[in-house]
C-alpha cells in the first residue's frame, strides 16, 4: 500500500498544496511548528479513524476557512485508488472512489497506516484506556466490523449506566437489568475473545522487534488482562456495587494490558528509553500484523521519533521498515538522511518544498 499524492486546502496551518512522495522512505524536516505533524495527521485520517492527537474535527479547518479538503491518490488492492475528505460545519465527509459514504468510519479498511507520534507514549505511561484504545485502534483496520462491534458495546454500556443511576429512585426498573446484560454478555465477550487472539498474534513480532532495538539486552512480556474471566457471573455478583455506584464494573471497559520488561512493569519501572522503544516495538508490530492479515503493507508515520534515538536503534528501525511506505518527521534532515536514501521535504509555515 502507498500514497501516491495527496492534495490538501485549508487544513489547520498547512498552505494549499501537495506532497507526491516515493514509496520508499520520506522526510519532512522544518522546525517546530511548521507543519510537519498537521501533514502526517490529513494523511492518517484516511484510515477511517479520528486525528489521533485527539483533536476535534472543527479544529481540522484553518482559521476563518468555511472548510478544509483533503484528497488522495493511494495504491491497494493491486490498483490506484482515490478518497476524499471535507470537513465543514464541525463534520467530515468521504467519498471512496467518488462514491459517497454515509461516514468517514466507512474507510476503515481501504487505506491502512500505523502511526507513532509522541502522544503515543502515554500507550505505556498512562492508564489502561490507552491500551485499550492501541488494540481497538489496530483491530479496526483489520476487521472493519470491529468498529461496528465497539458501537454496540459502547451503547449498551451507556444504556446500562443511565439505568444503574435511575433504579434508586425507580427499583421496579431493576428487573429491566437484565436486557442489558444479556446485550452487554454478548459484545463484550467478542471484543475480549477478539482482544486476547490479537495479543497473541502480536506477542511474538513485539518480542522480536523489541530485542533488535535494544540490541537483546531486555526481555518484552504482554499479557491481556482482564476485569472478568466469565462476565455473566461477575455483573450477576457486581449488581449491587453497579447500582450503588451507577457503574458498570466490569467488562472490557475495565480490561487491560500488561506490559513487562524482564519481570517488571514498563509503567511502573521502565525508564524513558525504554517507554518509547516498548511503544516503537508495539507499533511496528502493528504494522507486521496488519500485513499478515490483509496481504498489504501499511503506511508508516513516524512523528518526531529520530532525534530520541541512538545510532545504532535509528538504524534498525530503518532496516526494519525498508519494504514500507514510511513518513517520518524532524527538524534537522542529518538526522536520517544518512541511514538511507529517499526523499527530502522541508516544510516552513505550512509550504512543503521538496529538496
Not at 126 to 153: H, K, M, T, W
Not at 241 to 259: F, K, N, Q, V
Not at 280 to 307: C, Y
Request: contains cysteine; proline residues 3%.
Amino acid at each position: 500500500m502507498n500514497i501516491l499524492r495527496l492534495n490538501y486546502s485549508n487544513y489547520r496551518n498547512l498552505q494549499p498544496g501537495e506532497i507526491v512522495p516515493e514509496s520508499g522512505i520520506n522526510v519532512i524536516y522544518g522546525k517546530n511548528a511548521q507543519g510537519k505533524t498537521n501533514l502526517l495527521e490529513a494523511m492518517w485520517l484516511f484510515t477511517g479513524g479520528r486525528s489521533f492527537r485527539g483533536s476535534k474535527d472543527a479544529d481540522l479547518v484553518a482559521y476563518e476557512a468555511p472548510k478544509a479538503e483533503l484528497n488522495l491518490q493511494f495504491f491497494s488492492e493491486e490498483r490506484e485508488q482515490t478518497a476524499q475528505i471535507r470537513i465543514e460545519n464541525g463534520r467530515r465527509s468521504a467519498a471512496l472512489n467518488e462514491v459517497p459514504k454515509k461516514s468517514v468510519s466507512e474507510l476503515i479498511g481501504k487505506f491502512c497506516a500505523v502511526m507513532f507520534s509522541p502522544e503515543h507514549l502515554s500507550l505505556v505511561r498512562e492508564g489502561p484506556v490507552f491500551r485499550r484504545n492501541f488494540i481497538d485502534s489496530a483491530l479496526c483496520q483489520i476487521r472493519p466490523s470491529y468498529a461496528v462491534l465497539l458501537s454496540r458495546y459502547n451503547h449498551t454500556l451507556t444504556q446500562r449506566n443511565a439505568l444503574l443511576k435511575d433504579i434508586p429512585r425507580h427499583s421496579e426498573l431493576a428487573d429491566t437489568l437484565e436486557i442489558w446484560d444479556e446485550k452487554l454478555i454478548k459484545y463484550g465477550g467478542e471484543i475480549m475473545r477478539g482482544r486476547t487472539d490479537y495479543i497473541d498474534q502480536i506477542r511474538e513480532p513485539v518480542q522480536k522487534i523489541y530485542a533488535g532495538i535494544c540490541e537483546n539486552k531486555e526481555a518484552i512480556g504482554l499479557s491481556y488482562q482482564k476485569s472478568a474471566e466469565d462476565l455473566a457471573q461477575a455483573l450477576k455478583n457486581s449488581r449491587r456495587d453497579d447500582i450503588y455506584s451507577g457503574h458498570t464494573g466490569a467488562g472490557p471497559h475495565r480490561d487491560d494490558l500488561e506490559i513487562t520488561i524482564d519481570g517488571q512493569s514498563a509503567r511502573a519501572f521502565g525508564s524513558q528509553g525504554q517507554k518509547r522503544s516498548v511503544v516503537l516495538a508495539l507499533k511496528l508490530a502493528e504494522a507486521e500484523v496488519l500485513s499478515r492479515r490483509t496481504g498489504e503493507k501499511p503506511v508508516i508515520f513516524l512523528d518526531d521519533v529520530m532525534s530520541e534515538l541512538d545510532s545504532g536503534r535509528q538504524d534498525y528501525l530503518l532496516n526494519h521498515l525498508d519494504l514500507c511506505q514510511v513518513f517520518i518527521t524532524c527538524c534537522e534532515p542529518d538526522t536520517v538522511k544518512r541511514l538511507r536514501a529517499g526523499a527530502l521535504f522541508e516544510m516552513t509555515a505550512g509550504t512543503l518544498v521538496r529538496k
